[in-house]
């Protein structure tokens, strides 16, 4: 069965520091991997997604199939980047079911 | 409308009374899903809608809990002699089935709190 792994519960920084948010997935098939963000107060949405290639908000995100990861990145982190972060596999077939991390809360100190 | 839709957006109930949540998931998503998240905690799966397929009830914790979704639509979560341990914030999400790079859409969420 599929599985996503966010083995940090909570990542504190302080602001202009690297960001790397860590996602390892368990899945025999083709991925598809996306990072959604939760804001304080507001609805769960998606930030970006491996396929797109591309760069939201100065976060990227790159498959690595080898190590079966999908680590979220940031160079330097903002005060708006504190929020709750969730990494969910999408799977082909079996229903097209997604499946997501239990979530890192990002905390970016001044 | 443009996104899902959850009601209630608040219940506060009784411990041992039964509650209903609704989702409106956005129009043409052939899969909806529901999540749960309590205080402090991240997204704990609870059941996914996918067409006409018999529903994946694989995260539902218990028999008091159950879902349905009428005519590929709106989904209704049922929770029965509610308990506190069942306070918690309860997502709804619809999305494409199909195609790469489908996007899962969330509902505001209903929060619930057993008293």
């Known amino acids: 069965a599929q599985r996503v792994t966010q083995p940090e519960k909570l990542l504190s920084v302080f602001k202009g520091a690297p960001v790397e948010l860590k996602c390892n997935y368990s899945?025999?098939?083709?991925?598809?991997l996306f990072w959604y963000v939760q804001y304080s107060r507001q609805r769960l949405q998606l930030l970006l997604r491996h396929i797109s290639r591309e760069s939201i908000k100065g976060f990227t995100a790159d498959l690595n199939k080898g190590e079966t990861s999908f680590h979220l990145k940031k160079p330097f982190a903002q005060e708006e980047d504190s929020a709750m972060y969730y990494c969910a596999l999408g799977i082909t077939g079996g229903g097209n079911k997604l499946t997501f991390g239990t979530g890192t809360q990002l905390k970016v100190e001044l | 409308g443009a996104g899902v839709s959850q009601s209630p957006s608040n219940k506060v109930t009784e411990k041992g009374k039964d509650v209903e949540l609704r989702c409106d998931p956005i129009?043409?998503?052939?899969?909806l899903y529901w999540y749960r998240q309590s205080l402090g905690q991240g997204l704990e799966f609870l059941i996914y809608?996918?067409?006409?397929?018999?529903?994946?009830k694989s995260g539902l914790p218990s028999d008091r809990f159950s879902a349905e979704r009428t005519g590929g639509s709106v989904s209704t979560l049922t929770i029965q002699r509610t308990q506190q341990e069942d306070s918690a914030v309860y997502l709804c999400a619809s999305s494409l089935s199909t195609g790469q790079g489908r996007e899962a859409f969330f509902g505001q969420g209903t929060r619930l709190t057993v008293v």
């Open positions: 899945y025999s098939g083709s991925p598809e």
């Open positions: 129009s043409g998503h052939t899969a």
């Open positions: 809608f996918q067409g006409n397929s018999a529903p994946d």
